[in-house]
């Protein structure tokens, strides 16, 4: 009881003849328009092929021998610590101070770095010397620093000190003197 | 003085200080061998803490055991300095808990304006002759009933990022200030010999600590006796390191950490203080950038 078929031949051909052509006009291979991945072609990136070869051909080794060549060019995670040295090919020393010696102690920023700061504000007219991370007796130290810099330049500074979050604010650029004064006293 | 205002605080939380109540049960002789009997002592005493400025002193607490309902001290384990002897920075607790209240709030209020109300197409009554203001439209927002202007449109998200720095002194802060206040207590695991909850409830009550506690661990698959015991009771809930914060930390009164937990604490917020890329925490949270 089967019906007969009609295939009409001419337009199967036609058909396949556009297809072929639309696939080289648009240059897509067969094979990644045929695959069961979503056919998401962005037009400007050529179809994913999972089986196309790579560019630049590699090997995979697993080896901690070789690997520690390429821990070396990543970045470190934390903050290297310097090796100690005779002579530093920089202005940059580390602490020598004993954290027991004064009434306070200023322990040196993730980045190894004394941590004064200079804040600029008002569109460059307010000028603020801050040190951070005070520890200890803050008052002892202010009066230390308020005496040194007084010798340093003659002037009278105007002081401010947030015991609360160990900062002492002076104002005006006092930064030059602050990590000279630090650095005197080993911090 | 302050020995009343303690007394008053105390009777009001209904509970007393531990360092009025407790004793230390232990004898000093049989101390050492009670705390190496019942578990692995490597990790009590001396650690080496990394990152020490040689200005703080390591804080010290006990390591209590917590498969008894009496408090049994078993060592002292020394804690990092700038984890848990850092600034007590309230002001910055206070930013974190109020960050973590508005990030996932959305507000819902809301307000039509005047073209959104129905109506309102026609001129109320003739520009001139009339001795009455000129008027366009009853929903004009100057009219009673009529639209509101710049009121509130729903949905409103209030979320933002607090600045990486802030949200790790914020834990910082909190754990000092726990371990400051006496609401931190350290156990070696979280092995309890019932999955009762009456045990739990009898610890807490005989230990004076808080009524609410949050005990963490580094694991977030905790033992069963303990799960099951915390599940009935609402005050008493289990954490994950991973999901530690400063808003259930406040939530709870007392916090009850694992050893392993603490290490892992530690070496996380280490890790956050010290580390090389701390500015591409925020990048990603950057407004108004190209």
């Given at each position: 009881?089967n019906?007969?078929?009609?295939?009409?031949?001419?337009?199967i051909a036609?058909a396949?003849?556009?297809?072929?052509?639309?696939?080289?006009v648009?240059?897509y291979s067969l094979?990644?328009?045929?695959s069961?991945?979503?056919?998401?072609?962005?037009?400007?990136l050529?179809?994913?092929?999972?089986?196309?070869k790579?560019?630049?051909e590699?090997e995979?080794?697993?080896?901690p021998?070789?690997w520690?060549?390429?821990?070396r060019?990543?970045?470190?995670k934390l903050?290297?610590?310097?090796?100690?040295?005779e002579?530093?090919?920089?202005d940059w020393?580390p602490?020598?101070?004993?954290?027991?010696?004064l009434?306070?102690?200023i322990?040196?920023?993730?980045?190894?770095?004394?941590?004064?700061?200079?804040?600029?504000r008002?569109r460059g007219?307010q000028?603020?010397t801050?040190?951070?991370h005070?520890?200890g007796?803050?008052?002892?130290?202010?009066?230390?620093?308020?005496?040194?810099?007084?010798?340093?330049t003659?002037r009278e500074l105007g002081m401010?000190v947030?015991?609360?979050?160990?900062?002492?604010?002076?104002?005006g650029?006092f930064?030059?003197?602050v990590?000279?004064?630090?650095?005197?006293?080993g911090f | 003085?302050?020995?009343?205002r303690l007394?008053?605080?105390s009777?009001?939380?209904g509970?007393?200080?531990?360092?009025e109540?407790a004793?230390?049960?232990?004898?000093s002789?049989?101390?050492a061998l009670?705390a190496?009997?019942?578990?692995?002592?490597?990790?009590?005493?001396k650690r080496t803490?990394?990152f020490?400025d040689?200005?703080?002193p390591?804080?010290?607490a006990w390591v209590?055991s917590f498969?008894?309902v009496?408090?049994v001290?078993?060592?002292i384990?020394?804690?990092?300095p700038?984890?848990?002897?850092?600034?007590?920075?309230?002001?910055l607790?206070?930013?974190?808990v109020?960050?973590?209240q508005?990030y996932r709030?959305?507000?819902?209020?809301h307000?039509?304006v005047?073209?959104?109300?129905?109506?309102?197409?026609?001129?109320?009554?003739?520009?001139?002759?009339?001795?009455?203001?000129?008027?366009g439209s009853?929903?004009?927002?100057?009219f009673?009933?009529?639209?509101?202007?710049?009121g509130?449109?729903?949905?409103?998200?209030?979320?933002y990022?607090?600045?990486f720095?802030?949200?790790?002194?914020?834990?910082?802060s909190?754990?000092?200030?726990?371990l400051a206040?006496?609401?931190?207590?350290?156990?070696?695991?979280?092995?309890?010999?019932?999955e009762?909850?009456?045990?739990?409830?009898d610890?807490?009550?005989?230990r004076?600590?808080g009524?609410?506690v949050l005990?963490?661990?580094?694991?977030?698959?905790?033992?069963r006796n303990?799960t099951?015991a915390?599940?009935a009771?609402?005050?008493?809930?289990l954490?994950?390191?991973?999901?530690?914060?400063?808003?259930s930390?406040?939530?709870h009164?007392?916090?009850v950490?694992t050893?392993?937990?603490?290490?892992?604490?530690?070496e996380?917020?280490l890790?956050?203080?010290?580390?090389?890329?701390a500015?591409?925490?925020?990048k990603?949270?950057k407004?108004?950038?190209?």
């Amino acid at each position: 009881m089967n019906a007969p078929v009609l295939i009409d031949t001419n337009s199967i051909a036609m058909a396949l003849k556009n297809f072929v052509r639309a696939l080289q006009v648009s240059n897509y291979s067969l094979k990644g328009l045929i695959s069961t991945r979503p056919a998401t072609n962005f037009g400007f990136l050529p179809p994913f092929d999972p089986e196309a070869k790579p560019k630049v051909e590699f090997e995979v080794i697993k080896s901690p021998e070789v690997w520690k060549y390429v821990d070396r060019v990543l970045p470190p995670k934390l903050i290297p610590v310097p090796r100690p040295r005779e002579e530093y090919h920089s202005d940059w020393r580390p602490p020598t101070a004993d954290p027991k010696q004064l009434p306070y102690y200023i322990p040196r920023n993730k980045n190894l770095m004394t941590p004064v700061y200079l804040i600029i504000r008002k569109r460059g007219t307010q000028r603020i010397t801050r040190i951070r991370h005070v520890k200890g007796d803050i008052f002892a130290m202010e009066a230390d620093l308020r005496k040194y810099i007084k010798e340093q330049t003659g002037r009278e500074l105007g002081m401010r000190v947030d015991e609360f979050c160990g900062h002492i604010s002076i104002r005006g650029d006092f930064v030059y003197h602050v990590k000279n004064w630090l650095e005197e006293k080993g911090f | 003085m302050i020995g009343q205002r303690l007394l008053f605080i105390s009777l009001r939380a209904g509970r007393k200080f531990s360092t009025e109540a407790a004793e230390i049960i232990e004898k000093s002789s049989d101390f050492a061998l009670r705390a190496a009997t019942r578990f692995p002592v490597a990790n009590v005493g001396k650690r080496t803490l990394p990152f020490l400025d040689g200005y703080d002193p390591p804080k010290q607490a006990w390591v209590e055991s917590f498969d008894t309902v009496e408090e049994v001290k078993l060592g002292i384990m020394d804690l990092h300095p700038a984890v848990f002897g850092a600034m007590p920075r309230i002001d910055l607790i206070r930013e974190n808990v109020k960050w973590q209240q508005l990030y996932r709030f959305v507000s819902y209020a809301h307000t039509r304006v005047r073209s959104e109300m129905p109506g309102g197409g026609r001129k109320p009554w003739p520009q001139k002759g009339m001795g009455r203001a000129r008027h366009g439209s009853i929903r004009s927002p100057l009219f009673k009933g009529g639209g509101i202007s710049h009121g509130p449109r729903s949905p409103t998200p209030h979320f933002y990022m607090l600045p990486f720095a802030q949200r790790v002194m914020g834990l910082l802060s909190t754990l000092s200030i726990k371990l400051a206040q006496d609401d931190l207590h350290i156990v070696p695991n979280l092995d309890i010999p019932t999955e009762d909850p009456e045990f739990l409830e009898d610890v807490v009550r005989t230990r004076n600590w808080g009524i609410s506690v949050l005990i963490v661990d580094v694991d977030d698959i905790m033992p069963r006796n303990i799960t099951v015991a915390s599940d009935a009771i609402n005050h008493i809930n289990l954490m994950p390191v991973y999901g530690l914060n400063v808003y259930s930390m406040l939530k709870h009164e007392t916090l009850v950490l694992t050893m392993a937990a603490v290490e892992k604490i530690e070496e996380r917020l280490l890790y956050q203080l010290h580390r090389s890329d701390a500015m591409c925490k925020e990048k990603k949270f950057k407004v108004n950038q190209v």
